[in-house]
T-cell receptor, first 114, second 115 residues
Framework: EPEVTQTPSHQVTQMGQEVILRCVPI?????FYWYRQILGQKVEFLVS????????KSEIFDDQFSVERPDGSNFTLKIRSTKLEDSAMYFC????????????FGSGTRLTVV | AQSVAQPEDQVNVAEGNPLTVKCTYS??????LFWYVQYPNRGLQFLLK??????LVKGSYGFEAEFNKSQTSFHLKKPSALVSDSALYFC?????????????FGKGTRLSVIA
C-alpha cells in the first residue's frame, strides 16, 4: 500500500536555528498538507498546498514557516528561526482530491527545540 | 466555520465489551466525516468515512460509525473491544460545500481496553 514518507523521524535543534522537515507524498496525490500535534494532543492544521502554491494556511503558519515542493516528489516544511514552542510532532499528509477524499498521513517528525 | 467536538478525553472499556467513542460536529452545510486512529509514535491511520447514503458506515478492524444528522453526531463503535484497540482516536469533518478546506480534527479520545 502506498505510503507518505517523512524524514527525519526525530530532529533536535537549538532555538533560533532553521529546520527543514521533509516529506514524500503518494505519487499520484495532488493535495499536500502539514499538521502538527503537541504532546499527543490535538492535531492542528498548518498549511495546504496544491498546484505549486499554498491554498490555505492557519494562524499558526506565520512568516517563520514556509513550504516548498522543490521537485516532483518532495514536499518540505521550513521553520526559519525555531522557538521552544515549535516543539511538536509534525505530520505530512496527502490526498488525491478534494471533498470526500481523506488523507494519508506520514509517521511524523518529532521536532525538539532546546 | 467547521468544528468537531470529542467530549471524552478518555474511554475505558473491558475487553469483549462494546465500545463507543463520541463525536459531534458543526458545519454550515452537509458534512464529510472521518475517523482516524493513532497508535503510539505513529501517524494517523484512516478508519472509515461518511460521504452520503447509508448512515451506518463500516470500516477497518471491525469498527463502524453511525451518522445522525439530527444530533449532528458520528459516534465510533465496535461490538467487542480488543486490547489492541487501545489507541488515540480522532474524528474529523469537512463541509461538503467548502471546496478544499482542510480537514478539521477533534482533540482526540484515548481509548483504553483492559484485559
Amino acid at each position: 500500500e502506498p505510503e507518505v514518507t517523512q524524514t527525519p523521524s526525530h530532529q533536535v535543534t537549538q532555538m533560533g536555528q532553521e529546520v527543514i522537515l521533509r516529506c514524500v507524498p503518494i505519487s499520484n496525490h495532488l493535495y499536500f498538507y502539514w499538521y502538527r500535534q503537541i504532546l499527543g494532543q490535538k492535531v492542528e492544521f498548518l498549511v495546504s498546498f496544491y498546484n505549486n502554491e499554498i491554498s490555505e494556511k492557519s494562524e499558526i503558519f506565520d512568516d517563520q514557516f514556509s513550504v516548498e515542493r522543490p521537485d516532483g516528489s518532495n514536499f518540505t516544511l521550513k521553520i526559519r528561526s525555531t522557538k521552544l514552542e515549535d516543539s511538536a510532532m509534525y505530520f505530512c499528509a496527502s490526498s488525491e482530491g478534494q471533498g470526500p477524499y481523506g488523507y494519508t498521513f506520514g509517521s511524523g517528525t518529532r521536532l525538539t527545540v532546546v | 466555520a467547521q468544528s468537531v467536538a470529542q467530549p471524552e478525553d478518555q474511554v475505558n472499556v473491558a475487553e469483549g465489551n462494546p465500545l463507543t467513542v463520541k463525536c459531534t460536529y458543526s458545519v454550515s452545510g452537509n458534512p464529510y466525516l472521518f475517523w482516524y486512529v493513532q497508535y503510539p509514535n505513529r501517524g494517523l491511520q484512516f478508519l472509515l468515512k461518511y460521504i452520503t447514503g447509508d448512515n451506518l458506515v463500516k470500516g477497518s478492524y471491525g469498527f463502524e460509525a453511525e451518522f445522525n444528522k439530527s444530533q449532528t453526531s458520528f459516534h465510533l463503535k465496535k461490538p467487542s473491544a480488543l486490547v489492541s484497540d487501545s489507541a488515540l482516536y480522532f474524528c474529523a469533518v469537512r463541509d461538503m460545500n467548502s471546496g478544499n478546506t482542510p480537514l478539521v480534527f477533534g482533540k482526540g479520545t484515548r481509548l483504553s481496553v483492559i484485559a
